[in-house]
């Protein structure tokens, strides 16, 4: 069986690094799969990634890549092993069910890893790969894996608040952040890294990032967005509504959404964050007007801020013919 969900260790000094991580996850990154979480670098009660930002919990031990929704694990996305090593641990049978609150934890209470698989590669090097779709592992224990090898695919089974695999790296026990591997470093974004040149490139560090950005013809919530349900587009005689999804908002953000046709903001919305959000959904829109909204291009417009300074801004077009 797998270890539970969490080694136990704060960030291990690593002068002589003998490991090379390439992706865990066959996907592109920023186009079908995002980082959410990275290590949490602060032993107290804060929270800091190891580029100086809040992108982690308090706690959290490794990195998290996600897919956009849960409907993108019927694809099968491949796990796969990021260093060569051999299965020492794993698990699988145990449900796909997203964590929304205390209670949902309850039934995994020691399995919070869900299905996954631990992969040991020498001089105490382990890897850890989480919350994988049940009934895809891929490989059984006493297996020689290559780097590159399909362990199972991605799910979100255990303790998983999104569809996604947890990457967790430890040497002789102690969590190893892989993004800066050494204890005492200050944050930056360039310090020692276990990735390899192509791995690091494309995981390179998003101050926030944006899932979804559309027009639809309803007010949306957020479990619509996160379960992938099938979006209606506006017709002349429906609601328009522009809506934006992000993830990794810190507070203080001032985030806004505009649905605009020939550069007119028929309908607008904002909002300042009172705290971090993991992720975050906004919408404005409005109702058909009498006759029907006129043929043309319509732009959701999306904007972020921080500090004063823009961080995200993207639009989106739909035409209404």
């Given at each position: 069986?797998?270890?539970r ?7 291990v000094?690593?002068p ?8 865990p ?21 804060g ?38 090593g051999?299965?020492?641990g ?10 929304r ?20 590669h ?45 990457l ?12 800066l ?7 930056t ?17 998003k ?24 979006m ?19 507070k ?25 959000k ?17 043929k043309?291009?319509?732009?959701a ?7 004063g ?13």
């Amino acid at each position: 069986m797998l270890t539970r969900v969490l080694f136990v260790g704060l960030l291990v000094s690593t002068p002589a690094l003998a490991l090379e991580l390439s992706q865990p996850i066959d996907c592109t990154p920023g186009t079908d799969c995002f980082i959410q979480q990275y290590v949490d670098r602060d032993e107290g009660p804060g929270v800091q990634d190891y580029a100086c930002g809040a992108e982690t919990y308090d706690g959290h031990k490794g990195t998290d890549i996600r897919l956009r929704t849960t409907a993108d694990v019927e694809k099968g996305v491949a796990v796969k092993a990021s260093a060569e090593g051999t299965v020492i641990g794993l698990r699988d049978g145990v449900d796909d069910h997203l964590v929304r609150s205390a209670a949902d934890r309850v039934p995994i209470k020691d399995r919070e890893c869900g299905n996954g698989v631990l992969l040991e590669h020498g001089e105490g090097w382990k890897t850890q790969y989480c919350h994988m779709r049940k009934g895809s592992v891929a490989v059984q224990k006493g297996d020689q894996v290559t780097a590159g090898a399909k362990l199972g695919e991605v799910g979100y089974s255990g303790d998983a608040a999104f569809a996604h695999v947890h990457l967790q790296v430890t040497k002789d026990d102690k969590v190893v952040d892989p993004f800066l591997a050494e204890e005492k470093a200050s944050c930056t974004k360039d310090g020692l890294t276990l990735w390899s040149k192509e791995a690091k490139a494309a995981l390179s560090y998003k101050e926030g990032t944006v899932l979804a950005l559309g027009l639809a013809d309803h007010g949306l919530d957020l479990a619509e967005l996160e379960t992938g349900a099938a979006m209606k587009t506006p017709t002349a005689q429906t609601p328009i509504v522009a809506y934006v999804w992000a993830i990794n908002l810190q507070k203080g953000d001032i985030i806004q959404i505009a649905l605009i046709k020939d550069g007119e903001v028929l309908q607008n919305n904002s909002d300042t964050l009172d705290r971090a959000k993991a992720q975050y959904m906004l919408f404005a829109g409005k109702k058909a007007p009498q006759g029907g909204w006129p043929k043309g291009s319509y732009k959701a417009s999306a904007k972020v801020s921080r500090s004063g300074a823009t961080v995200i801004e993207e639009d989106k077009t739909f035409e209404l013919n």
